[in-house]
């Protein structure tokens, strides 16, 4: 079954530490997302790409980087220089169409030990 | 710019009973509108959208919504709850303006508690 897969499904983060969530699809999708949810605040964009090479920075984007090498992978990094990193990540991914909806991954829950 | 509004935290309906989740939005153009759901740590699963056409639109285990431009709602509707519907619900709007540099506009969520 085609979908979106999203690793680990908990994340501990040191002080200091930089860490890496990945995002993977098999949906032949064009475009792919990173959100962050936080309680009662809905889902915020942190970074997208609408094509390989090429990536956008949504709402949020300070303290997280990304890499888009190849179509179907999507992985997001959150450094150091983001001191609030607690929250549940969501990745997702759609065909270029504005009028298609996302698809999800089941998410990364990030703690800070 | 483009927001959406969830006026409700929280929704408690019994089970058999119609329940409807509101949702307002805001564009400049005309909107693309979808509502998702969400069971506990999981990802949001798709229900159903509007882009043209019919105002009545049918989606996923029995979910309907009701497009009203004159109101700029777009509310979630059941004719009969189930508990397994218990869940938080988002609604999220694109403007057609834009092009594909626009992104979706998430409401905030509205939790559906369906009481036994």
């Known amino acids: 079954d085609g979908g979106i897969t999203q690793s680990p499904k908990y994340l501990f983060r040191k002080e200091g530490q930089n860490v890496t969530l990945s995002c993977e699809q098999n949906l032949n999708h064009d475009a792919m997302y990173w959100y962050r949810q936080d309680p009662g605040q809905g889902l915020r964009l942190i970074y997208y790409s609408q094509i390989v090479n090429d990536f956008q920075k949504g709402d949020i984007a300070e303290g997280y980087s990304v890499s888009r090498e190849k179509k179907e992978s999507f992985p997001l990094t959150v450094t150091s220089a983001q001191k609030n990193p607690t929250a549940f990540y969501l990745c997702?991914?759609?065909?270029?169409?504005?009028?298609?909806?996302?698809?999800f991954g089941d998410g990364t829950r990030l703690s800070i030990l | 710019a483009q927001s959406v509004a969830q006026p409700e935290d929280q929704v408690n309906v019994a089970e058999g009973n119609p329940l409807t989740v509101k949702c307002t939005y805001s564009?400049?153009?005309?909107?693309?509108l979808f509502w998702y759901v969400q069971y506990p740590n999981r990802g949001l699963q798709f229900l159903l959208k509007y882009i043209t056409g019919d105002n009545l639109v049918k989606g996923s285990y029995g979910f309907e919504a009701e497009f009203n431009k004159s109101q700029t709602s777009f509310h979630l509707k059941k004719p009969s709850a189930l508990v397994s519907d218990s869940a938080l619900y988002f609604c999220?709007?694109?403007?057609?303006?834009?092009?594909?540099?626009?992104?979706?506009?998430f409401g905030s969520g509205t939790q559906l508690t369906v009481l036994p």
């Open positions: 999220a709007v694109r403007d057609r303006i834009g092009g594909s540099a626009r992104q979706l506009t």
């Open positions: 997702a991914s759609s065909s270029e169409a504005g009028n298609q909806p996302q698809h």
């Open positions: 564009v400049s153009g005309n909107p693309y």
